[in-house]
């Protein structure tokens, strides 16, 4: 896995374990191909959002209870505070 806190382990799995779960395959902004997973947990104040590419990397900002997004990548080289951008279909 990608996280090593707290957030990741009590949030992001309990999220994608009884969230609203959605996903569609896409492509960056660069041209990437790859999928993007969003999830909600209204009544728990949960949301992620996810990018993964077909090269592997994975991108997930995690939002708890409206304390804003902290972002997990296993991208060492990503310095970005946000999931690459997606085109838009």
Known sequence: MIGDDEVYDDYFKFGT???A???KDTETKTGEKCRVV???VPTY???YK???TDSGK???SLNV???GDKLY???SEYTEKNVPETVEE
């Open 17 to 19: 374990e009884i969230g």
């Open 21 to 23: 779960v959605d996903y």
């Open 38 to 40: 969003d999830c909600i």
């Open 45 to 47: 104040g949960v949301e």
């Open 50 to 52: 996810a990018v993964m």
């Open 58 to 60: 994975i991108y997930l």
């Open 65 to 67: 209870g409206g304390e």
């Open 73 to 75: 990548t296993n991208d």
